[in-house]
């Protein structure tokens, strides 16, 4: 299939999942508002979610979907899938170990982050929280190894539904067990959302297996490891953990300094940073996953040339469809911040205080999609040490802005999410420029020329949504939900039809694609 068509299937999966994920935190804020014990749940939640983001949408997936592909294109299916029960095998004996070390070493770890003047109470909250949770890496990594064989076969689709399994389960097994342990769903009822995520961690597998069975995958234990696919395969991940994901380490190193923050800062940085991933995952993560294998198979044969093409496709496509959503939260965060989460327990307050995140945030969304589309091309390029480069001057501009902002300025939690924008955007110009350089361009005439006329189109619906904001949508947060859910699709329905409408005049090719994609089915 078409990287356009792969791009649309894997988006549309990604964009399920991304809705079902916001559907999560709707319910987790509802019910515990943005206090200092939703601060704790997330706090828990990080270091486990952080190794998630990194296997699941980093490094171990795309690491093995380059050396899996290649060996499948070269020596058969047979290969491909003994190598799978290899690396199988080898992961599920090391997220064993690094579950029982996380439960060991929670109290620690949770002393660390809630270092100063915090609450002893809230500390060991997060601590039995982290301790219920950790069980999720390992299912989240696993599952993370079926979806690059999945994609390997190229099946996109529904291994990125899998996460989508994970939110539905998660809301409703830890609605039941929280309203088990406390009815009223005070604080303790968290307990029972813990439990949802581990339980959400198992189903996120058990939807995948059935379609790998079917694939022709049968899983046999297989501890012959001293296999140079098997080293390849770590090889290219160790380095690219840091590389692939800085954005998910500068989220983490946020957590620790929004802690010294007013109560609410993690709630906030973290309900403003799932909106935020909602255009990357659209199309960002949908066409790395995507341009990885293709890329891999071109580096086997002749076709390094069509590399430099593929990839301009791909942060055309990226830009097509991230640039209006970059214009739309940063001009709209608060009022889409209020329209998605202002119920229950989440008041004006933290819809204001998130919505100014939001916007922050909304700085670095091109760089980030961006990433998302150059980064796994490293890993085709078996550049694998390149990248630890540019992960090592991200996270120290991440600490050094993060001290400044907090102890220097006293500023608040948004400044910590502008610091993840700098960083993103760094992160992907230093990647681009570089991978420029190795491939001798990344057809910049046909790069920049789509991208002129994607900006100038984009500059048209910022200007609706900067009018629409300024005299249509005025005391916006005093609406009813109804009033808001129309008023903002206004607004936003008027500014895309001017964003399509500029783009069909400016002749923009990405739109023509999409058009006679839609029209074909």
């Known amino acids: 299939m078409s990287l356009m068509r792969n791009s649309l299937v894997a988006s549309g999966a990604i964009f399920a999942c991304r809705l079902t994920g916001m559907a999560r935190e709707i319910v987790y804020t509802s019910l515990f508002g943005a206090t200092g014990v939703l601060d704790a749940f997330y706090t828990a939640f990080r270091i486990p979610n952080l190794l998630r983001d ?8 795309q690491s093995y979907t380059s050396v899996a592909s290649k060996t499948r294109e070269a020596e058969g299916d ?16 090391l997220m064993v170990a690094i579950v029982t070390l996380g439960i060991l070493f929670a109290g620690p770890v949770m002393e660390a982050l809630y270092s100063g003047d915090h ?30 064989a999945l994609n390997m076969v190229g099946v996109f689709g529904l291994p990125m539904l899998a996460s989508a399994a994970f939110n539905v389960t998660s809301i409703l097994f830890g609605l039941l067990i929280g309203y088990f342990i406390d009815p009223s769903f005070g604080p303790k009822a968290l307990y029972g959302f813990a439990c949802g995520v581990t339980i959400g961690g198992a189903a996120q597998i058990a939807v995948q297996l059935p379609k790998l069975r079917k694939t022709g995958f049968r899983w046999k234990p297989n501890f012959h490891w001293d296999d140079p696919r098997v080293r390849k395969i770590w090889g290219l991940m160790l ?19 929004a802690l010294d923050l007013q109560k609410g800062s993690v709630t906030a940085l973290t309900t403003a940073f799932r909106l935020w991933q909602l255009p990357v995952g659209l199309f960002g993560v949908a066409t790395g996953m995507v341009v990885l294998p293709a890329v891999s198979r071109m580096m086997v044969g ?11 496709k791909g942060l055309r496509l990226v830009a097509f469809f991230t640039v209006p959503a970059f214009l739309i939260l940063f001009i709209l965060g608060t009022e889409f911040v209020s329209s998605v989460y202002q119920w229950g327990r989440f008041n004006q307050d933290a819809v204001r205080y998130t919505g100014e995140v939001l916007g922050a945030y909304s700085l670095g969304l091109l760089g980030y999609a961006g990433t998302k589309v150059v980064q ?11 990248p630890l480069i540019a992960a090592a001057v991200a996270l120290a501009i991440s600490i050094g802005l ?27 110009l230093f990647y681009f420029l570089y991978l420029r350089r190795q491939l001798g361009g990344v057809d910049g005439r046909t790069l920049v020329s789509g991208l002129g006329r994607i900006l100038a189109a984009g500059a048209l619906l910022g200007a609706v949504c900067w009018a629409g904001k300024t005299w249509f949508l005025q005391g916006f947060l005093d609406w009813s939900f109804p009033a808001r859910l129309l008023g903002i699709s206004l607004v936003c329905g008027c500014a895309g039809i001017v964003y399509l409408a500029a783009a069909f005049l400016f002749k923009t090719p990405e739109l023509d694609a999409v058009r006679a994609k839609f029209m074909k089915r």
């Open 119 to 148: 609450s002893l109470t809230d500390q060991l909250f997060a601590t039995d929280l982290s301790r219920i949770m950790w069980p999720f890496i390992g299912f989240a990594s696993l599952s993370a190894l079926v979806m690059g």
């Open 302 to 312: 002749d076709g390094r040339k069509e590399v430099a093409v593929h990839i301009a």
């Open 239 to 257: 380095p690219s953990v840091l590389a692939s994901g800085v954005t998910q380490f500068t989220i983490f190193i946020n957590t620790g300094f």
């Open 78 to 93: 047979a290969a491909a899938w003994e190598l799978t029960n290899k690396v199988a095998t080898q992961l599920s004996t």
């Open 402 to 428: 993060n001290y400044y902002f907090v102890y220097g300025l006293h500023k608040n939690a948004a400044w910590l999410a502008l610091t993840t924008s700098v960083v993103t955007t760094f992160n992907f």
């Open 54 to 61: 990194l296997f699941a949408e980093g490094a171990l997936s």
């Open 376 to 386: 796994p091309v490293f890993l085709a390029l078996e550049k694998r040490w390149v």
